[in-house]
């Protein structure tokens, strides 16, 4: 059974950083590649991150490029994501997500197989 759980969420204010974390099991993370996406109430869920299988690869939306930064650690089969210079409007539910195996690195939520539960990310101006 695969599962991704998501932790690192909280409240923040404008500025400041957030380090969230995503552990993967039931599945080898070196043969996945590994997303972040973010839904805001009312929104749709869009693309933030993703890291290549190996971790060499990293893409991010525009609008976090330069403050986000994504890492992996495949031998603890983990994930994060850094946060940086946080908005309010970075404010959602963050979610984890694995595409695989080793498929084209993709941004669109519905190529993704595995995801995690979210973790809230509020962002007080």
């Known amino acids: 059974q695969v599962q991704l759980v998501e932790s690192g969420g909280g409240l923040v204010q404008a500025g400041g950083s957030l380090r969230l974390s995503c552990a993967a099991s039931?599945?080898?993370?070196?043969?996945?590649?590994m997303g972040w996406f973010r839904q805001a109430p009312g929104k749709e869920r869009e693309f933030v991150a993703v890291?290549?299988?190996?971790?060499?690869?990293?893409y991010y939306a525009d609008s976090v490029k330069g403050r986000f930064t994504i890492s992996r650690d495949n031998a603890k089969n983990t994930v994060y994501l850094q946060m940086n210079s946080l908005k309010p409007e970075d404010t959602a539910v963050y979610y984890c997500?694995?595409?695989?195996?080793?498929?084209?690195?993709?941004?669109?939520?519905?190529?993704?197989?595995?995801w995690g539960q979210g973790t809230q990310v509020t962002v007080s101006s």
């Open positions: 997500a694995a595409d695989g195996p080793r498929p084209p690195i993709r941004r669109v939520a519905a190529a993704y197989d595995y």
């Open positions: 890291a290549s299988w190996n971790g060499v690869n990293t």
């Open positions: 039931g599945l080898t993370a070196s043969s996945y590649h």
